[in-house]
């Protein structure tokens, strides 16, 4: 049987706990985004300069044409690349099915702006941010990276590389400028919840990817 306190208090209780739910994830929020104020940039001539600079799949079309973000992550990275900050590009997305290439269509269109392809890696098992920012440190060698992504993905994606071990600065390219409100709107709302995942993992469970497989370093 319950206590009489909790009987006579349960409504107060519970309006304590629905918004102790509904704060918490915001406060987890505003966390990751004001510890990485500091390492993230909007502009690529203002990015210190690195060696590597990571980019972060986002889907391809059946005929491996990169959906908008994600041509807007690889023209970023090849401007970095263009203007000396960066000398190497990885590149790190999903190759789990034999007719959906995400990496190699992402190398394509870099190599198609000017990129050399010797001086870009793939990362085929990319799956996830936190498997990318793992496999990264551990199979790429790269313990310091600029990462190239959507300003609405970057402080997740800075605070998981920087966690795992990849002292890391972001590149972060236009969202609410150059898509509608209902995508923006969706992804942002995604992240969220995306980060409270990022949380977990990398502070409490630190899972392993789906594939380790053998060191290759970047030369």
Same mark, same amino acid.
């Given at each position: ?9 349960? $409504? ?21 985004? @004001?510890?990485?104020? &500091? ?68 190398? &394509? ?6 990129v050399p392809a010797q001086d870009i890696t793939l990362d085929y098992a990319g799956f996830s941010t936190y498997e990318s920012c793992y496999r990264a440190k ?24 920087? $966690?795992?071990?990849?002292? @890391?600065?972001?590149?972060?390219t236009p969202d609410w400028e150059s898509y509608s409100f209902q995508t923006v709107m ?11 995942? @990022? ?21």
């Amino acid at each position: 049987m319950l206590p009489k306190w909790f009987l006579s208090h349960y $409504r107060l209780i519970f309006r304590l706990l629905l918004l102790t739910a509904t704060i918490s994830p915001l406060g987890l929020n505003y966390y990751v985004n @004001a510890i990485t104020s &500091n390492r993230r940039y909007t502009q690529p001539e203002k990015i210190p300069a690195g060696r590597v600079a990571i980019v972060f799949g986002a889907g391809i079309y059946p005929d491996g044409t990169l959906s908008p973000m994600l041509s807007d992550r690889v023209s970023a990275a090849v401007e970095l690349y263009k203007l000396g900050r960066v000398q190497k590009l990885l590149m790190t997305g999903d190759n789990s099915r034999d007719d959906y290439n995400e990496v190699q269509a992402m190398q &394509n269109y870099a190599v198609e702006r000017g990129v050399p392809a010797q001086d870009i890696t793939l990362d085929y098992a990319g799956f996830s941010t936190y498997e990318s920012c793992y496999r990264a440190k551990d199979i790429f060698g790269i313990k310091q990276a600029v990462l190239v992504t959507q300003k609405f993905h970057l402080p997740r994606a800075v605070y998981t590389c920087d $966690r795992l071990g990849v002292k @890391a600065i972001g590149l972060g390219t236009p969202d609410w400028e150059s898509y509608s409100f209902q995508t923006v709107m969706y992804s942002t709302l995604r992240e969220e919840l995306s980060t409270l995942k @990022a949380l977990w993992e990398v502070n409490i469970t630190r899972p392993q990817p789906t594939f380790l497989g053998s060191y290759q370093g970047i030369k």
